[in-house]
């Protein structure tokens, strides 16, 4: 089975940061894009940034300069870190990988847990 493991939410000040990580881990052949997502109450889920398997990033507009997105192939890990924090964006983020699993010839999308991240003084 494969999952994804969320670590780093938690109670910041505006103005702070915080470092959000995710491992995969299981019977993995491949890990092509992996991401973060954010949802607020009441709303959808919304993709903060992306990056994949070789290193291309992408980020939502909100975001493009405040987070950053980074990964290591070797760990099956992503990290998120998030600067300049303000109260909008208080959320829970999850970790999303795309995964071929092994003995699988399809891949799948695979989601985490969910951590919050609250912004408030």
């Known amino acids: 089975q494969v999952q994804l493991v969320e670590s780093g939410g938690g109670l910041v000040q505006p103005g702070g940061s915080l470092r959000l990580s995710c491992a995969a881990s299981g019977s993995i052949f491949r890990i092509y894009t992996m991401a973060w997502y954010r949802q607020f109450p009441g709303k959808q889920r919304e993709l903060v940034a992306s990056?994949?398997?070789?290193?291309?990033?992408n980020y939502a507009a909100s975001v493009k300069g405040q987070f950053t997105i980074s990964r290591d192939n070797a760990k099956n890990t992503v990290s998120l870190q998030l600067n300049s924090l303000k109260p909008e964006d208080t959320a829970v983020y999850y970790c999303n990988a795309n995964i071929r699993p092994l003995r699988s010839d399809r891949f799948g999308i695979y989601w985490g847990q969910g951590t919050q991240v609250t912004v408030s003084s």
């Open positions: 990056v994949t398997d070789n290193g291309s990033t």
